[in-house]
């Protein structure tokens, strides 16, 4: 295993903390709510945060957890299937529909709308959570637990 595998391996065992995923999802709402205030420290200390989020939590202790196996799965998916998060098959389509969600999002909360804002915001949120959940199903259905290692 090469220096960078090793270093990619360790990121995706400590982002499946469910901590981790948890406090992703987070990060729609701050973002909104920033943007809507506009507040540009608390818009860049979402974006650091969801950058660094993935090294911030110790890897789990087992695979239980829901949220733990939504990252094995999204590595399953990319790695070992070679498939796409963002395409025209299902359900990377939940991804791809996902983008001008959030981006509406995004415009209601800069033009002040808070109700387009946080049912798009909802809406994104719900489709994130949709695609992650047909990944889980179909990684618990192949029998997958080492999650690529």
């Known amino acids: 295993m090469t220096v960078l595998e090793s270093i990619r391996d360790a990121v995706w065992r400590r982002h499946a903390n469910p901590k ?87 415009l209601a909360a800069y033009l002040k709308r808070p109700v387009w804002a946080v049912l798009a915001g909802l809406a994104s949120i719900g489709l994130k959570l949709r695609f992650v959940d047909e990944l889980v199903q179909r990684y618990d259905a192949e029998g997958s637990t080492s999650g690529g290692e």
């Open 20 to 106: 981790s995923g948890w406090s992703r999802v987070l990060v729609t709402p701050v973002l909104l709510y920033a943007v809507y205030r506009r507040d540009g420290r608390l818009a860049v200390l979402a974006v650091a945060f969801t950058i660094v989020n993935p090294v911030l939590f110790s890897p789990p202790a087992d695979d239980d957890a829901w949220m733990t196996r939504v990252v094995l799965a999204e590595r399953w998916w990319v790695e070992e299937r070679g498939e796409a998060v963002l395409s025209r098959s299902y359900p990377a389509v939940l991804n791809l529909l996902n983008l001008p969600v959030f981006a509406s999002a995004l």
